[in-house]
């Protein structure tokens, strides 16, 4: 069966003449781009000849792209968080330089460096994420790459003349950028690596496997290297103007990427919400009017992309507001973890809880290669909570050796995000909504780490010193992680009866499911766009993002 192309129209003849709305119908969210094409992308052009006006099937990516295209384009993508990974990592081994060197910079005021780049993700990724997905990750990734070398450079002149202001400057700037280009690679990762029927399996687990590794590879280059470069220049500051450079050849990367883009036909191009919009614009009952940017009909189509996402996105994505912010709380404090319950030196408890970086490096790859494979994700969120569980069990309440609950540590982290990261393409199949749902996740994982650092500091605070000062953290986070092993069940259940049971799937049986299914079948259960659960995913973001900045202006700045 064969529909046609998208046309992109929320009122037309047809619908003016289409029955009464039935009350279950009333709920739904009404999307620009439901009718889609089940054959796949066309790339046609308009009677005027625009190149802007694309006939595609949102859901599908580079059609009729061979890996000769696809393997450049996935390797250029893959560096392009090289420098802003390099830049973040390289600030932390410097705390004590920069308050030795830098008149007035106190442990306060390089807390103040540290988080200027975080604070701002509570909701930058969701606007970046639908500046993405409306102009394009191609276009975005060039204006976040400038933004992170301005941030960069101005934080080298910083160092450079010992500038406290300039260095908090650059870091801003560099997180305006830094969050923006994680959302464009994300998007463009989907683009790449989906499989189709007649482009073959898609590799989109192992892809963003690998691209977590690469993150953790470019991180641990900036933190063992910072020190090393001041001391054989004999200028600290070096290490920043390094990060600019690698920042730098990034942009270069990232300016040969869409080069490489443009050179190939219109059909193996990312679509762009713009380029749709303009579309409908064209074909509506207004066509003689032009299509003016900031103009009402202009900010209609940039806000669909929330409106878009199906609810299973935002049912999976509200159950797990705190479950990132647990982990991230484990990893930051494990050195000190180590250190207390065993009563290590502090170099010794560096160099184990170092070890949970390592592995994470070569698992977290073939982790995705799995899905991609044998399928039955949400299988790996039971099993990773579980071991995470018995980590936290074993490094609280145990007198094993700390290497133990280290490596099953960062077994169980070599799991723990790609299950969810590699199921939002599936959950939100559209690329014209892919961005603003990988914001969304970004931003709640944001707040929710804000959240999880504060209050586990906050209890650890309330807890007597001592071997047992963690003590009260463990059991705060060993009940989150005993949730988490009930909804990884409870996906399960939900995504064969209301998902559509693709996360279940390997590559080969969903490109085959996608194939057979009609429309009808794309919009049943939880996989269309639901106006109840959007609210709600809106309404609970707002509400983590203010206590995200409450707590944080409490806690931090406030004592």
């Given at each position: 069966?064969?529909?046609?192309?998208?046309?992109?129209k929320q009122e037309s003849a047809a619908q003016a003449a289409s029955p009464p709305e039935t009350p279950e119908a009333k709920d739904k969210v009404e999307s620009p781009w439901v009718r889609?094409?089940?054959?796949?992308?066309?790339?046609?052009?308009?009677?005027?000849?625009?190149?802007?006006?694309?006939?595609?099937?949102?859901?599908?990516?580079?059609?009729?792209?061979?890996?000769?295209?696809?393997?450049?384009?996935?390797?250029?993508?893959?560096?392009?968080?090289?420098?802003?990974?390099?830049?973040?990592?390289?600030?932390?081994?410097?705390?004590?330089?920069?308050?030795?060197?830098?008149?007035?910079?106190?442990?306060?005021?390089?807390?103040?460096?540290?988080?200027?780049?975080?604070?701002?993700?509570?909701?930058?990724?969701?606007?970046?994420?639908?500046?993405?997905?409306?102009?394009?990750?191609?276009?975005?990734?060039?204006?976040?790459?400038?933004?992170?070398?301005?941030?960069?450079?101005?934080?080298?002149?910083?160092?450079?003349?010992?500038?406290?202001?300039?260095?908090?400057?650059?870091?801003?700037?560099?997180?305006?950028?830094?969050?923006?280009?994680?959302?464009?690679?994300?998007?463009?990762?989907?683009?790449?690596?989906?499989?189709?029927?007649?482009?073959?399996?898609?590799?989109?687990?192992?892809?963003?496997?690998?691209?977590?590794?690469?993150?953790?590879?470019?991180?641990?280059?900036?933190?063992?290297?910072?020190?090393?470069?001041?001391?054989?220049?004999?200028?600290?500051?070096?290490?920043?103007?390094?990060?600019?450079?690698?920042?730098?050849?990034?942009?270069?990367?990232?300016?040969?990427?869409?080069?490489?883009?443009?050179?190939?036909?219109?059909?193996?191009?990312?679509?762009?919400?713009?380029?749709?919009?303009?579309?409908?614009?064209?074909?509506?009952?207004?066509?003689?009017?032009?299509?003016?940017?900031?103009?009402?009909?202009?900010?209609?189509?940039?806000?669909?992309?929330?409106?878009?996402?199906?609810?299973?996105?935002?049912?999976?994505?509200?159950?797990?507001?705190?479950?990132?912010?647990?982990?991230?709380?484990?990893?930051?404090?494990?050195?000190?973890?180590?250190?207390?319950?065993?009563?290590?030196?502090?170099?010794?408890?560096?160099?184990?809880?170092?070890?949970?970086q390592v592995i994470p490096i070569v698992l977290t790859p073939l982790v995705g290669l799995a899905f991609d494979l044998f399928g039955r994700r949400m299988y790996y969120v039971s099993a990773?909570?579980?071991?995470?569980?018995?980590?936290?069990?074993?490094?609280?309440?145990?007198?094993?050796?700390?290497?133990?609950?280290?490596?099953?540590?960062?077994?169980?982290?070599?799991?723990?995000?790609?299950?969810?990261?590699?199921?939002?393409?599936?959950?939100?199949?559209?690329?014209?909504?892919?961005?603003?749902?990988?914001?969304?996740?970004?931003?709640?994982?944001?707040?929710?780490?804000?959240?999880?650092?504060?209050?586990?500091?906050?209890?650890?605070?309330?807890?007597?010193?001592?071997?047992?000062?963690?003590?009260?953290?463990?059991?705060?986070?060993?009940?989150?992680?005993?949730?988490?092993?009930?909804?990884?069940?409870?996906?399960?259940?939900?995504?064969?009866?209301?998902?559509?049971?693709?996360?279940?799937?390997?590559?080969?049986?969903?490109?085959?499911?996608?194939?057979?299914?009609?429309?009808?079948?794309?919009?049943?259960?939880?996989?269309?766009?639901?106006?109840?659960?959007?609210?709600?995913?809106?309404?609970?973001?707002?509400?983590?993002?203010?206590?995200?900045?409450?707590?944080?202006?409490?806690?931090?700045?406030?004592?």
């Amino acid at each position: 069966m064969s529909s046609p192309p998208v046309l992109l129209k929320q009122e037309s003849a047809a619908q003016a003449a289409s029955p009464p709305e039935t009350p279950e119908a009333k709920d739904k969210v009404e999307s620009p781009w439901v009718r889609a094409n089940e054959k796949g992308r066309e790339a046609s052009q308009g009677s005027d000849g625009d190149e802007d006006t694309v006939a595609v099937h949102p859901g599908v990516g580079a059609v009729g792209a061979t890996w000769k295209q696809r393997i450049p384009a996935l390797l250029i993508i893959l560096f392009l968080t090289l420098g802003s990974n390099f830049a973040q990592s390289s600030l932390s081994p410097l705390k004590s330089t920069l308050k030795k060197e830098i008149k007035g910079v106190t442990n306060a005021r390089y807390g103040a460096i540290a988080s200027a780049d975080s604070l701002i993700n509570g909701v930058l990724p969701i606007f970046s994420g639908i500046v993405i997905d409306y102009y394009g990750p191609s276009m975005a990734s060039i204006w976040s790459s400038t933004f992170i070398l301005l941030g960069t450079v101005l934080r080298a002149i910083g160092g450079t003349v010992g500038s406290f202001s300039l260095i908090l400057g650059g870091q801003i700037i560099f997180g305006l950028g830094s969050t923006t280009i994680e959302t464009a690679q994300s998007k463009l990762y989907t683009h790449w690596a989906r499989g189709s029927v007649d482009g073959g399996a898609g590799w989109m687990g192992f892809i963003y496997g690998l691209d977590i590794a690469m993150g953790r590879v470019f991180n641990l280059m900036g933190r063992l290297s910072s020190i090393p470069i001041g001391e054989s220049t004999g200028k600290w500051y070096w290490s920043f103007w390094v990060s600019a450079i690698l920042c730098a050849v990034t942009l270069l990367l990232n300016v040969a990427y869409v080069i490489l883009e443009r050179s190939l036909p219109e059909r193996m191009r990312v679509v762009t919400g713009r380029q749709i919009a303009r579309r409908s614009a064209a074909s509506d009952a207004d066509a003689g009017k032009k299509f003016k940017p900031l103009s009402k009909r202009h900010f209609k189509y940039i806000s669909i992309s929330i409106a878009a996402i199906p609810a299973a996105f935002w049912l999976v994505t509200m159950s797990q507001i705190l479950q990132a912010g647990t982990v991230n709380a484990y990893t930051s404090n494990l050195a000190e973890m180590v250190e207390v319950t065993r009563g290590t030196t502090k170099l010794t408890a560096g160099y184990t809880s170092s070890l949970s970086q390592v592995i994470p490096i070569v698992l977290t790859p073939l982790v995705g290669l799995a899905f991609d494979l044998f399928g039955r994700r949400m299988y790996y969120v039971s099993a990773t909570a579980a071991l995470w569980v018995l980590v936290f069990s074993l490094l609280g309440f145990s007198d094993v050796h700390p290497l133990a609950p280290v490596i099953l540590g960062s077994v169980a982290l070599s799991s723990n995000a790609i299950p969810f990261i590699a199921s939002i393409p599936l959950l939100v199949p559209s690329q014209i909504s892919i961005g603003t749902a990988f914001g969304i996740w970004k931003a709640f994982n944001s707040a929710g780490s804000t959240i999880m650092d504060v209050s586990t500091g906050a209890i650890q605070d309330l807890t007597p010193t001592g071997t047992k000062q963690y003590s009260n953290v463990f059991y705060f986070l060993i009940a989150l992680k005993s949730v988490d092993v009930l909804f990884g069940l409870g996906y399960h259940m939900l995504d064969k009866r209301y998902f559509g049971g693709f996360l279940l799937l390997n590559e080969k049986q969903r490109i085959n499911k996608e194939a057979e299914e009609t429309e009808k079948h794309r919009m049943e259960g939880l996989r269309k766009p639901i106006r109840s659960w959007t609210l709600a995913g809106c309404c609970l973001l707002s509400a983590m993002v203010v206590t995200s900045y409450v707590v944080y202006v409490v806690y931090s700045i406030g004592t």
